[in-house]
């Protein structure tokens, strides 16, 4: 049943080069429709279907990352917790390859979703503090 992968990849545009940072926004309704499509597709795809998923999904962590990282250090409590945690599993299973296997699309899918739900709710976050000799 290739067809939850192909629509989810017709949708949703190619990933984007890792560190991007604030030269792409995050578009958090083309996420979230891959790692819903990855989500749901269960076992029922095609091997390149999950490798194209896959991708799709890693481009999309590899966006978030450094994104929630920005927010990381202004979180508060359990929130900033969470969020150290979760970049920890993530930059680990980046370095590790995952995302070729359904179950490593699968992984991606749930550290995905993860990101996105701290980015866009980081809780009460701190004021910046200004950095000290700088210009006003």
Wanted: glycine share 12%; aromatic share 4%; proline share 7%.
């Amino acid at each position: 049943m290739a067809d939850a992968a192909s629509s989810a990849t017709a949708t949703v545009p190619a990933p984007r080069p890792a560190g991007a940072g604030n030269n792409f926004p995050v578009d958090s309704e083309s996420i979230r429709q891959s790692y819903e499509a990855a989500l749901s597709a269960s076992r029922r795809l095609a091997g390149g279907d999950w490798e194209r998923l896959g991708g799709l999904l890693r481009g999309h962590v590899q966006l978030l990352v450094p994104e929630l990282a920005r927010v990381e250090p202004r979180m508060r409590g359990e929130q900033r917790r969470t969020a150290r945690h979760v970049l920890a599993g993530t930059r680990h299973m980046l370095a590790e390859g995952n995302g070729t296997s359904p179950k490593g699309v699968w992984d991606l899918a749930i550290q995905c979703r993860a990101l996105l739900t701290l980015y866009e709710h980081p809780g009460p976050l701190r004021a910046t503090r200004p950095v000290a000799g700088g210009r006003s």
